[in-house]
């Protein structure tokens, strides 16, 4: 799996080093402002207004290129200590990496926790820490005297996840009322069995809690009030922005090209092939099992109908068959059950998605019960213009316009049918399918872009940090 997407993404960056050859080439001024340009867009402490002139002979007149100040740039040289219940490709962790990175990039002293850490460093945590460590964000242990030190320093404090509550009582111990002060918890579970005081005691005591999705925000103040008769703290709602480097790729018509032709070839998939892809981890609440009985129900219909079509293709990625999951040798099964072997494809989970959105037609999220939080990759799949099949549950109602830029369906064993009419419809109809992706790119574009995430988590920043100051006041 690494190697196809290692292959594919050299492809892609050996066509932008011709393209910067090309412009060397055409003007060596013109490269060398292109150069600048990139150089200043990366520092993100000052708004400038960068100068090029044209490399005509005919004129020389001076483009004026805006280089806007980050909204998170008053994080500059603060202090911010992130706690992760684990590091893993999960969205969570990965969230929090991104967060990391963006105050990295104005300039913030950041430092990360990892509470549950496996004993023996696998390939996973071993290559994101050193994403992290090459980017200057410094790892810390989850244990001892540096953490305590971290944590009663730092201006500011983010807890990932409800799990992460824990490491407060069990490191801090006596020292947690000085730091509550100073905590955002982050939220993104929708699962009941995180509303429990061993994760959230101290909920009611944090600065503020930031959450992705409204739907989210409200189920956590009800549930919070209901079972456990505590108070939320200020809940901001932020919906998540897809980052520069995917937006970069998505409108790369011919890196798209590449990444689809190659990632096809691998799974005997052909060009003209409709190719549905669910990309999440392979879980019962994320729906794998429904999603590919609905498949099998879309096939039958086809064949029911006698629709003249391209063949129909499921791709599941997020598979992981070292763990020998029972539910994964339950997907693997059905399938040879239905003799659909030649039909379905299953990939090991990737921290690389862009080449199997820049692959598939149409995406799928089918995460079950009350839904995602968010889910982040919806909104990537809408900025390759693909349509969304998703339940009507969680996140997913807050991000796809139902007939617009996708289809929901209910959630359990009642959307099957639904889901395979409506995978039907879209294999059926294609100018439908690629209208509803244009208005779905249209939609990111709009409120879903690594922009509009900072401006959001910068605005929740700086209400932590001024209430956090007030508390140090009294």
């Not at 944590?151 to 020292?175: F, M, Q, R, S």
């Not at 994964?328 to 299953?346: A, D, M, P």
């Not at 990111?444 to 209400?463: G, N, S, T, Y």
């Amino acid at each position: 799996m690494a190697k196809h997407s290692s292959v594919a993404m050299a492809l892609f960056r050996k066509r932008w080093l011709t393209v910067v050859a090309l412009l060397v080439m055409l003007s060596v001024t013109t490269a060398i402002a292109f150069i600048v340009r990139a150089n200043l867009e990366s520092s993100c402490d000052c708004r400038i207004n960068v100068t090029r002139y044209s490399s005509s002979s005919e004129s020389a007149k001076p483009i004026e290129v805006a280089v806007t100040q980050s909204p998170l740039s008053f994080m500059k040289s603060r202090l911010v200590l992130l706690v992760s219940h684990e590091l893993s490709l999960s969205g969570g962790p990965l969230l929090l990496m991104e967060l990391a990175f963006l105050l990295r990039g104005v300039g913030a002293e950041v430092c990360w926790i990892t509470n549950q850490r496996p004993s023996e460093t696998n390939n996973v945590v071993y290559s994101l820490e050193h994403r992290m460590l090459h980017r200057g964000v410094q790892v810390v242990s989850a244990k001892g005297q540096e953490a305590i030190d971290t944590a009663l320093k730092a201006d500011l404090v983010v807890l990932n996840t409800a799990v992460a509550g824990k490491w407060l009582d069990a490191i801090l111990k006596e020292h947690v009322p000085r730091v509550l002060p100073k905590v955002l918890w982050w939220i993104h579970e929708m699962r009941g069995h995180y509303f429990s005081l061993d994760y959230v005691k101290h909920l009611p005591y944090v600065a503020g809690a930031m959450i992705d999705s409204h739907v989210t925000a409200e189920y956590w103040k009800n549930r919070t009030q209901e079972r456990l008769r505590i108070k939320m703290p200020k809940t901001h709602v932020v919906h998540l922005g897809n980052s520069n480097e995917l937006m970069e790729i998505a409108e790369d018509s011919v890196a798209k090209r590449i990444l689809r032709e190659h990632v096809r070839e691998s799974l005997g998939v052909r060009n003209e092939d409709i190719l549905f892809a669910l990309i999440n981890s392979v879980t019962r609440g994320k729906g794998q099992d429904l999603f590919l009985r609905s498949f099998y129900e879309s096939l039958q219909l086809i064949q029911e109908r006698k629709l003249q079509l391209p063949s129909i293709h499921a791709v599941v990625v997020g598979s992981d068959m070292t763990s020998h999951s029972k539910f994964e040798t339950e997907l693997r099964n059905f399938v040879i059950s239905k003799k659909i072997q030649n039909y379905v494809h299953f990939v090991n989970k990737t921290l690389t998605v862009a080449p199997y959105l820049a692959a598939v037609d149409v995406l799928v999220q089918n995460s079950q019960a009350r839904g995602e939080c968010f889910g982040r990759i919806t909104i990537e799949a809408m900025a390759f213009q693909l349509p969304v099949l998703g339940t009507a549950a969680g996140g997913t109602q807050e991000i796809v316009l139902n007939g617009t830029t996708g289809l929901l369906h209910p959630a359990g064993k009642e959307g099957i049918m639904l889901l395979a009419k409506n995978i039907v419809k879209l294999a059926t109809h294609v100018e439908r399918r690629l209208t509803m992706g244009k208005k779905g790119y249209e939609r990111v574009k709009e409120r879903f872009l690594e922009r509009h995430m900072e401006e959001r988590i910068a605005a929740v920043l700086e209400d932590v940090l001024q209430k956090a100051k007030g508390h140090k006041r009294t």
